[in-house]
């Protein structure tokens, strides 16, 4: 019997592009601390409804996950690359991108880095707080 092979297996292939994280649950002022990354790294508010973290930070590429209700109204963690200046403020974000471009993308420039993305994504993924979906960008491209 051949294993599963499931969507983070695929890291770094064109056929996890279009592989999205979407939430179970809806990030709120009252559980934002349970989707912290490395425990003390917690997603702070974009606008009224959205949120974002850092999710890749590098001298020349700036990645961060989105929370926003952006796949047919559903909850999902995206991708948008970030231009920051000063250390610290953000000047410039790109229109977010599927959760496994995103990945993708930071496996060419730090494969560690992307791993242990996934494994972020896994541990949310563990907590009932979400779960990889490779057929929800098929669905939009069918449309």
């Known amino acids: 019997m051949k294993p599963k092979i499931t969507p983070e297996m695929k890291l770094g292939m064109k056929e996890f592009e279009n592989t999205m994280f979407m939430l179970k649950a809806i990030p709120c002022e009252e559980n934002i601390n349970r989707f912290a990354l490395q425990g003390n790294l917690i997603p702070e508010r974009l606008d009224n409804i959205a949120w974002f973290l850092p999710a890749y930070l590098s001298a020349d590429f700036n990645l ?12 999902a963690i995206s991708c948008s690359q970030v231009h920051i200046e000063n250390d610290n403020q953000i000047t410039a974000m790109s229109e977010t991108v599927p959760t496994g471009l995103g990945l993708n993308a930071v496996n060419e420039l730090s494969p560690s880095s992307a791993i242990e993305l996934v ?9 009932g707080l979400g779960y990889f979906d490779e057929e929800v960008g098929k669905e939009d491209d069918d449309r």
């Not at 961060?64 to 909850?75: E, G, K, L, T, Y």
């Not at 494994?119 to 907590?127: F, G, I, M, Q, R």
């Open 64 to 75: 961060f996950f989105v929370f926003a209700p952006n796949i047919n109204n559903r909850w």
């Open 119 to 127: 494994a972020y994504l896994k541990t949310l993924e563990v907590n």
